[in-house]
């Protein structure tokens, strides 16, 4: 019996090998999600270290901290995605409904919202 890593999902393996291209595809878009949250989590880090006070008090930081946080959300989030889509390709089911998608938007425009309102009013 071959030992599997910690990270191995058992139900991605189970079912048949679906196409190649459509596990690519799947592995892009994980890279993608990926690639989001390494760019929120370098502008939170930005705005802590180089950005300038704001007129309120603790704002630059809370305002790093939800750009780091919503990084976290990305990764776990992207993660999960990638494996429910490979389960469904290889079991031969429907994709799964995006639910990453609303929860990202809704948090990019509060941390957009927040960072419009400081800056408008520093």
């Known amino acids: 019996m071959v030992a599997r890593a910690w990270w ?3 139900a991605i393996e189970e079912g048949e ?4 291209r459509f596990t690519l595809a799947n592995e892009r878009t994980f890279l993608a999600w990926i690639r989001t949250s390494l760019g929120l989590l370098a502008g939170g880090v930005a705005v802590h270290q180089l950005g300038e ?5 603790g704002a630059r930081t809370g305002l790093a901290l939800g750009a780091i946080a919503m990084s976290a959300v ?3 989030g992207g993660y999960a995605r990638w494996v429910t889509v490979q389960r469904a390709m290889r079991r031969g089911e429907p994709l799964p409904p ?3 998608v609303p929860i990202v938007a809704i948090m990019l425009m509060g941390i957009a ?3 419009f309102i400081l800056v408008a009013t520093d």
């Open 8 to 10: 191995r999902d058992r």
């Open 17 to 20: 090998e679906p196409d190649y």
């Open 53 to 57: 006070s704001f007129g309120v008090r």
């Open 74 to 76: 990305l990764a776990v």
């Open 98 to 100: 995006a639910k990453l």
């Open 113 to 115: 919202v927040a960072a």
